[in-house]
Each structure stands twice: as C-alpha cells, then as structure tokens.
C-alpha cells in the first residue's frame, strides 16, 4: 500500500487578494460594545426626526407667538404615531435626546397656558426617560389637567405604577397623600371602561381606597370586577383581605346580586352581614336558593315563614338524594363482601382463609355503615328477622359501633331514621345501648328539626347517675347533631362536665370537644375560658392521658377560621406548664389560620417539626405530629400553597422523627380529601408498606379519604393489593377495609372534602369532623384500634352528596340539559372566556367531582345560584325564544 502524503491547497480570498492571517482589530471588543450604534433611518423618519428637533429649537426662540402651534404640532404628532406592540413610537423616540432641553425650556417659561402644555408632552416623554423620578406624575400634576386617558393606555398605566411608587415614599415619610388619591380616582374609572379592572383593583388596593371603587363599577364590569377582588383575598393581609371581601358584597348589593353577596358574606363568617343580606332580599325564588346555599354551610337564619325554614333545615335532603339514588339505580343495598371483592385478591396460601373474628365484624358494620350512608336499606341491619343479630356478632365496644351504624344508614332520615334506632335506646346491653345513642346524634348531622329530638333523647343521658359509655355517646351525639349551630342551651349543659374536676379525663375532653363542633368559629369567651381553667386545674397524671388532645381541639374549633383573634388565648397557655399547653397552643393556632394559605404559618409549622426533641429525656414531641396536620390544614384551599405543601412533606417523610412521620400521611388526606390525584395515590401507597407500623396504617386510612366517595379504581386496586399483603395483620386489614369502605362512601355519591361552592367556601362543620377523626389517629393503635373506633363517625358532619339538583319554584325536579367539564381560572382574563373545558353534556341530577364545574347548556332557564353545585333553582328565562328547526 502506498503511503500518501499530505498536502497543503492554498485557497485564495474572494478577490483574489492574498489572505491576512492575523490582522490586528482596530478596536477592542469593550471599544465596539460602547460604540453607539448609528441607525440608518429612511428618508421619511429623517424628516420625522428634522421637525421634532425643529420644533423644539422654536421653543428655545424668544418669540412666544411660536410656542402654541409648536407644542400643538408636537402632540398631534405624538398622538397620530403608530407602532408596533414591541417598539416605541418613533416621536417619542426622536425627542428622548432633547428630554432634558426640554425640560430646561420648561423650568425657564413663567406661569402660562403654554407652560402647562408643555407640561403634559413632557408627562409622556417622562415615560421613555424613567430615571426614578417619577416625571410622569411630576408632569401631569404641573400640565393642564386634560382628560386622563388623552395619551393613550400605555400612559395611563405607567401613570398608575408612579402613583403607587409615591404613595408607597409618602406613606413612609407620613407625607400627605390626597392628591394622588384624587389622581387614581380618576385613573380607576378609565380602566373600568377600557377592560382593566385588575389594574383598577390593584392601584386602588395600593392606596388603600378600596371601597370608593364600588361607585365606578357598572352592570358590564362587575362580574370581573368582583372575581378578581375574591381570588386576590388569599393574598392579602388582614384587614385588607376584610375590605376586599366587603367592597365586593357591596359591589354585589348595588347590582341585586344578592346569592353571590352571600357567598361573601359566609367567606367572611359575619353573621350579622348573612343575616341583613336574607333580610333585605324580596324574591321569594331567589330568598328559597338563599336557604339552600345557608343550609349547605350549616348556617341558620332566623324566619318565619315556613317553607323557607325547611330548606335551612336541609328537610328536602333525604328525599331529594333516594331520588338521586334511583335516577342512578344505585338503591340495591351493597353488602362488604361486594366492596371488598375478595376473589380479587392475591391469595397467599389456603392457611391463609379468614376466621369470622370480631374484628373483621366490626370493620364489615364500617364498610357497610359508610357505604349504605344516607340510603336506608342495608343487608346487615336493617334485615327482615328483626332481631339485631348482626350486632351480636361483634364483641363488646363493637356492639357500640355496630348499633350506632344504623344512623350513619339512615343519614339525614330523622323520622324513619329515629323508629330503627328506637328499640335498641332501651337495650340491656351498655354497649348497643350507647351506640344507640350515637346514632341518634349522627342520623340528625346536617340536618334539624324543629322538635329537637336529639336534645330531647340525649340530654337525659347526662347526668352523673348514667353510665361513662352512655355518658361519652351521648356527648357525642350532640355534638354531631348541633354542630355549628352554636346554641346556648347546650352549652349550659355540657360546659358544667368540662369543669368537673371530678369527671374523667374523657368525659370532660369529649364534652369539650363537641363544645367546639357546635360553636366551631364563635370565639365564645365563656367556653375558652373554662376549657382553659380546667387545663390549669387538672392534675398532670391526668393531662397526660390520651383524650387530653380532644380537650385541645375543641379550644382549636371555637377559634377556627378567627386568624389573630387567637392572641389572647395563645398567651394564656403559656401559663400551663405541662406539655399540654404546648400541644393545644399548636392546635390553636393551626384552627386560627386554616385556610387561610398563610405562609407565615405555615413556615411557624416547619419550625416546629425542625426540632429534635429528645423523649427520653422526658421531653414531649406530640405536638410536632399536630404541627404537620397544621400544614395541610393552613394550605387548604389555595392551590399553589397546597403544591408546596405536599413538596414539604416528601422532605418531613425523609429527615423527620417518627412523631413527624406518623401525621404525614394523615395531612396528604386532608390536604386531598375525596380528590384522588395521581401522584397523591402513588406516595401514599409507598408509605403504606413502612417498616414504621403507625405510618402504614395511617397511610391506608389517608388512601381512603383521598378516594372517598369517589369509587376510584385504582385507589380499589391498591387496596385489594394491601388486603392481601396484610392477611395476617388484622390491624393494617381492618384500617384497610375501613379505606374501602370510605372509597365507596355512599356508593359514590358522597364527598367529605370540607370546600364547597367550586372550592370557594371552606366549610368550618365539615373541616371541624375531619380535624376530629385525625387527630384519633395520631393516636391509632389506643384510639381506633382500640374502644373509641366510633371516632370515625366524626366524619358524619363532613359527609354531603356531590350532586347538582335542578328545581322549579314548587321545588320539584326540573330536568335540564348542563355541561360538565373541569374548571378553568379565568381570573383577569379578557374577554368572555370559557370556564370549563373538555365538558358533556348530561341531564340533572348529575355528581360532580372534585375539579368540575357545571354550567346550563341551555338559554331557557335562568340559574338563581351563582355556583351550580348542589340545589339550584330555576327560573324561565322571560327572553327565551325557541329555536324553529328548519
């Protein structure tokens, strides 16, 4: 092979000239980036140029004669210039140069028209010289006033940023300020015209004149208006978010709104505002959705008219929700075995068939009390022999769940639900007995009746005389079947067994715990003050009992959703010295601020879980575990800080302590609550195969209420797949039928998430029975494992169909055709976008999950909620024409 050598082929230049190889630059590279760069301008634009700088030599002349066509000449030219979006007009760019000239001219006329004209050209050239002087509001302040919006928009937006910007310097300097206040109320109403209603909110939010802004808001602007006001609330500080919210419902009163002006005023709890709204609205149709929309809540109004109280009763619930049931055909009666589809599982071995232990019993009245929930006919209780036998086929407490299960089947059902539950009131037995009782409270949860039947059957149960079991159901019962209902009479008659030295621990923590259901948010003064004496008086011993955390949460509830009005409390706990005041004071302040999406709190809550605490030392670390429910419990409600959340607990999961880890699981499901996402379901069932036995079983229970009502299959695939993996685990088995149970809550028309009205409203009652079922399972293995399991009815007060029922004025089903999609933010958007994508079309009544939101596909009928979700009622549409088909 012959070797080839290489060889260089000389290339010669373009034009032949030899090549310069390393010829030196002229300048450096610093030289080049500094040189201006010279604009070749086109013969039209050298002329453009040539006439500004002209006309701005005229005005350094002496004759004055000159001044008025030359600055009238400069403004038409200005305002005649045209531009793309992302360049300036050419004018103003010629004249930025000749910006100080100009200004000089200005500093050296006298008083005169002409000075005052200038004034306003310089307001506008201020725009592309910003030097941090803010010239643009120097200027206007000195021209001659004309209307606001003669230079344009893009002018009075950098006129509204320098008004904020001096406001913000005067403010500090505790300068005067009206000036520019008058300045942005003429500002606010230009945008109100020109589809800048968040520009409008947000300069006027600046000054703080929010209220004025209700005078500027027409019929075509306050639907933005108004939304824009409420989704920036999760952001504000208070009293400012206070304002927002107000100036909205006045905004709403102005224009007739009255259902979305209630809407405001349950947002800002003020009963007073809720009650004068009821009051003051004079259509009887739209007065009815009123009382639909306070029943959802659990607010009561007072009236006299008797329709309208059966519908704060939520009376027509039981009847309208059998409807729903046999419109879906779902009214045959599901047993466990159904829900737990045993043939699925993944069998180990033949060793591996389950006994009829109790325990199993006990957890079958769980599944087949939440999954018949609210329907009235099961195939365990409700059987044809009459005889109750499936309640003594669990042992002891069990019976106690099992009877009380009978009010979780008739839900809502006060009468039929009361002739089931009677023949066992006068059982033998402690036990049924007790849950008989319970079920009492929980059959009347949501709803009331004007004969009280719960106070009636329950108070005579709590006198000292009585058993602690009856004692304890009856307590509990009344706090299920009041909540949120703040009435004295009760509390007169639980407040004495709170003070009771001489009651146990669990008596006066329930007592105080449903104290806290039924005047959850109120503040009352005298209840804080006694839960607070009693923490003082008790002795240590019996603080640190394991039902001293329920006497925590019901101080929490009376403040929940109350923010700083907490203050007062906080330090009084801090005169207790056992662990106890610790504890309650992290509970406090979480109930204060849920909510709220308060990242201040929330970064208090991190803090709290950042410490290692040494128990062995004797040290207490509980409340860490409360601090992480806290979390989820702060961030409900705002998307972005919920996100956050979750991201926080990945790293709590990985680097906390084991009191951390425990409560992980339990705030992912109420973070989540009846919202399966995916990524949710993923970690949890990571978590349920722990090594840590009290994350596993926590992990479970939080699948189940992230599935809740909501048959997800793939949440019943993962627990078919636990089920088998813990066949020889009867406590992991019986939290994971309780979670199938939950998954399938009122065969999937059931949701326990405490926001409602499309996730605008947090519901206080509903978040009061979630609070109450975690924290029992801070404490798994004593608490639901052990005599108190009944705890899980807690969730009664947070249950409500996801269902969207259209009604005529007689309140009888209308039919009508909606579509169902997930719901878009359309927040500041322009124009009339839409709120819902991907949608169908189906025909009322429909269930809606988590993220849908439904909407008329048909211009017939008027809705007279704002928010279809729930009960809506219908009105013709007086404008409707049918469409002919051709």
């Known amino acids: 092979m012959v ?119 310089l307001s506008i050239l201020a725009m592309t010289y910003d030097d941090d002087k803010l010239d643009t509001l120097k200027y206007r302040k000195l021209g001659s006033q004309n209307a606001i919006g003669s230079w344009g928009h893009e002018y009075v937006r950098h006129l509204s940023t320098e008004i904020g910007l001096e406001y913000n310097r005067r403010q500090e300097s505790e300068a005067d300020t009206e000036d520019l206040v008058s300045l942005a109320l003429e500002v606010a109403p230009f945008f109100l015209a020109h589809n800048a209603e968040a520009d409008a909110v947000d300069l006027l939010l600046q000054l703080d004149i929010m209220p004025k802004l209700v005078a500027f808001v027409d019929k075509n602007s306050y ?189 809502w059902d006060v009468d039929m639900g009361l002739n089931q539950i009677d023949k066992y009131l006068y059982s033998e037995d402690d036990n049924i007995k007790a849950g008989a009782l319970l079920a009492v409270g929980v059959v009347n949860a949501g709803v009331r009746s004007p004969l009280d039947p719960a106070l009636a059957l329950l108070s005579e149960q709590l006198d000292d005389s009585k058993s602690v079991s009856h004692r304890v159901a009856a307590i509990k019962g009344l706090g299920l079947a009041y909540a949120g209902s703040a009435r004295e009479d009760l509390s007169e008659l639980l407040l004495p067994i709170v003070s009771n030295s001489d009651a146990s621990m669990e008596l006066s923590s329930f007592a105080a715990l449903a104290l806290g259901q039924i005047f959850v948010g109120t503040c009352d003064g005298e209840i804080t003050s006694t839960i607070l004496q009693t923490m003082l008086e008790r002795a240590d011993g019996q603080l640190g009992e394991t039902f001293g955390r329920f006497m925590g949460l019901g101080l929490g509830l009376l403040h929940l959703g109350t923010r700083n009005q907490c203050d007062v409390t906080l330090e009084t706990l801090k005169a207790i010295e056992h662990p106890i005041g610790k504890r309650t004071s992290v509970i406090v302040e979480i109930c204060a601020y849920a909510g709220s999406g308060d990242v201040l709190h929330i970064q208090r809550m991190l803090h709290y879980c950042n410490d290692h605490i040494d ?65 949710v379901l993923d970690t949890l069932g990571k978590y349920s195969h722990d090594t840590d036995i009290e994350v596993a079983l926590n992990s479970i229970f939080a699948m189940g209420m992230v599935g809740a009502g909501t048959n997800n299959a793939r949440v019943a695939q993962m627990l078919r797949h636990l089920a088998s993996y813990y066949h020889k685990d009867p406590s992991c088995l019986f939290i994971v039928r309780i979670a199938q149970g939950l998954l399938h809550m009122g065969k999937g028309t059931l949701t326990i998430n405490p926001l409602n009205t499309d996730r605008q409203i947090l519901s206080p009652v509903a978040l009061a029975g ?39 004025e007689e309140l009888e089903n209308e039919t009508v055709a909606v579509r169902v999609g997930q719901a878009v933010d359309v927040v500041g958007q322009a124009g009339r976008p839409k709120t819902i994508t991907g949608f169908q079309t189906h025909s009322t009544p429909v269930l809606l999950a988590y993220s849908e939101r439904a909407e008329l596909s048909t211009e017939e009928y008027l809705a007279q909620a704002p928010v279809l979700e729930g009960f809506v009622l219908l009105k013709k549409n007086p404008d409707y024409v049918e469409e002919t088909k051709a």
């Open 770 to 808: 979630l609070l109450t079922t975690l924290f029992a399972f801070t404490d798994v293995k004593t608490l639901i494992l052990g005599r108190h399991h009944y705890l899980l009815y807690s969730l009664v007060t947070a249950m409500y169909p996801r269902f969207l029922i259209t009604l005529n």
């Open 3 to 121: 070797e080839r050598k290489e060889v260089a082929i000389p290339v010669p230049a373009a034009d032949n000239s030899p090549m310069e190889e390393d010829k030196p630059l002229k300048k450096t590279p610093k030289e080049l980036k500094d040189a201006p760069i010279k604009e070749e301008l086109s013969e039209e634009d050298q002329e453009l140029k040539n006439q500004l700088e002209m006309l701005v030599e005229r005005l350094k002349e002496s004759d004055t004669k000159l001044y008025n066509p030359s600055l009238e000449t400069l403004r038409t030219l200005i305002l005649t210039s045209t531009s793309s979006m992302t360049s300036v007009p050419k004018p103003l760019k010629y004249l930025r140069p000749l910006y100080h000239d100009m200004v000089t001219i200005h500093e050296s006329w006298a008083d005169s028209a002409d000075k005052k004209f200038l004034a306003d050209i």
């Open 223 to 411: 639907k933005r208006v108004c939304l824009y006001i409420s989704s920036c609330v999760s952001y504000l500080d208070s009293p400012d978010d206070e304002i927002c919210l107000r100036t909205a419902h006045d905004i709403y009163l102005k224009h007739g709104k009255y259902a979305e002006a209630l809407l405001i005023a349950i947002r800002m709890s003020d009963k007073t505002l809720i009650q004068s709204i009821f009051d003051d609205c004079q259509d009887p149709l739209t007065k009815k959705q009123l009382a639909f929309m306070l029943a959802r809540q659990q607010i009561n109004v007072e009236t006299e008219d008797e329709d309208l109280q059966n519908c704060l009763n939520n009376t027509y619930l039981t009847n309208h929700f059998i409807n729903l049931a046999r419109e879906l055909d779902l009214m045959e009666p599901k047993t466990p075995e159904d829900i737990y589809k045993s043939h699925l599982e993944h069998k180990r071995s033949a060793a591996a068939a389950q006994v009829d232990s109790a325990r199993q019993n006990l957890a079958s009245t769980y599944v087949n009390a939440f999954v018949n929930a609210g329907f009235g006919v099961d195939k365990l209780m409700l059987t044809e022999d009459e005889t109750g036998s499936w309640i003594y086929k669990n042992k002891e407490h069990g019976m106690l769940g099992a009877s009380a299960s009978l009010g979780m089947i008739m839900l």
């Open 615 to 679: 128990t062995e030392s004797g040290a207490d670390d509980e409340f860490q575990a409360y601090a992480v429910i806290g979390i989820a419990t702060i961030a409900l409600g705002e998307d972005i800080g919920a996100e956050m959340a979750l991201r926080s607990f990945t790293h709590l999961m990985h680097y906390g302590e084991p009191v951390i880890r425990k409560a992980v699981p339990l705030a992912i499901g109420l973070l989540c609550a009846s919202n399966p996402i995916l990524s």
